[in-house]
């Protein structure tokens, strides 16, 4: 697994790759059943602490993204089955709304015309590579 971290940005690095294995298994690039490194390889390959990568997959683990346990270790989950926050496929997550209104509001605030913003949204949304 190939993770493009920024040690000198604002986004915690645990949460870097939280967002790069969704996006992962959002574009494909991650299949559900794959197996993901263990958290000593996580941590070794990045340079950075174990318990950052821990408490990367502690999250994903959260969110229902991933299944992990001590013996088979990290495996990507097809869907969201087993979420804490109670999300279903096909169904928008509080968080997710949250995150969608937050942003939407930042759009709006920029002065991006609404046309435009849900014409992105739908060619992000289906484009093969987010």
Known sequence: ML???????ETPIYLQIRNQVV????????????????IRELANEAGIN????????ALLKQEGRIIADRR?????????AGAADGAA???????VR???KLLVA???L????????????TELYNEGSI
């Open 3 to 9: 993770l493009e971290i920024d040690f000198s940005g």
């Open 89 to 95: 496929n096909g169904v928008i997550s509080g968080k």
């Open 106 to 108: 930042e759009a709006k």
């Open 72 to 80: 088979s270790g990290a495996i990507v989950c097809a869907g969201n």
């Open 50 to 57: 174990m318990m950052t990568a821990n408490k990367a997959y």
């Open 23 to 38: 996006m992962g298994i959002a574009d494909g690039r991650l299949s559900p059943g794959e197996k993901l490194p263990t």
């Open 110 to 121: 920029d002065g991006v015309p609404e046309s435009e913003l849900l014409e992105l949204c």
């Open 98 to 100: 949250s995150g969608l």
